[in-house]
Antibody
């Protein structure tokens, strides 16, 4: 079965760190770009970061640049997001998404169920 | 960044009736060299992750019922549900992938009247 399964969410204090993981199965992970997209409670969708299939290209939203780092391990079929210097406004469900990569443009054709990150003291 | 504006914010439609959702981009998302519109539509049912319905403004994904159709070009796009079913209750989002900062519309909530 083709699926994505996120883990690692939880409650963290402002300024703290958290590492999210996404386990992929059922498809050739290494040939796909992958992304993180988040959704604040009751709000819409916001793109966070994308990584190319090889891992050689990484892209970030301005809101997280310099604080978040996306990475992947193609031998383990896993995607990660290291989140540092967390702020209250980072509170959201974080979705892992398989990404259709078209040069430097992308959309998202498979989504995980998400993991909730809450930044609060 | 390209701003995506959806309308209406919500709509209530009777079962079997047509639902129409609009999406407007702040600049054209039509790529001239390919003559393709870089626009996708997603469905998010309550408590579920988003699901890709349509890419390239009008290409349905495999398994998506043909009551869903996408149309439009340039800056103005429409998602139409031709005959609303109970399982179509959801929030629908458009997304542009014309720039390397993908952006989403604010969503349109579809309910049963």
């Amino acid at each position: 079965e083709v699926q994505l399964l996120e883990s690692g969410g939880g409650l963290v204090q402002p300024g703290g760190s958290l590492r999210l993981s996404c386990a992929a199965s059922g498809f050739s992970f290494s040939i796909y770009a992958m992304s993180w997209v988040r959704q604040a409670p009751g709000k819409g969708l916001e793109w966070v970061s994308t990584i190319s299939g090889s891992g050689g290209g990484t892209y970030y939203a301005d809101s997280v640049k310099g604080r978040f780092t996306i990475s992947r391990d193609n031998s383990e079929n896993t995607l990660s997001l290291q989140m540092n210097s967390l702020r209250a406004e980072d509170t959201a469900v974080y979705y892992c998404a398989r990404t259709q990569w078209l040069s430097l443009y992308w959309y998202f054709d498979l989504w995980g169920r998400g993991t909730l990150v809450t930044v609060s003291s | 960044d390209i701003v995506m504006t959806q309308s209406p914010d919500s709509l209530a439609v009777s079962l079997g009736e047509r639902a129409t959702i609009n999406c407007k981009s702040s600049q054209s998302v039509l790529y001239s060299s390919s003559n393709k519109n870089h626009l996708a539509w997603y469905q998010q049912r309550p408590g579920q992750p988003p699901k890709l319905l349509i890419s390239w403004a009008s290409t349905r994904e495999s398994g998506v019922p043909d009551r869903f159709s996408g149309s439009g070009s340039g800056t103005d796009f429409t998602l139409t549900i031709s005959s609303l079913q109970a399982e179509d209750v959801a929030v629908y989002y458009c997304q542009q992938y014309y720039s390397n900062i993908p952006t989403f519309g604010g969503g349109t909530k579809v309910e049963i009247k």
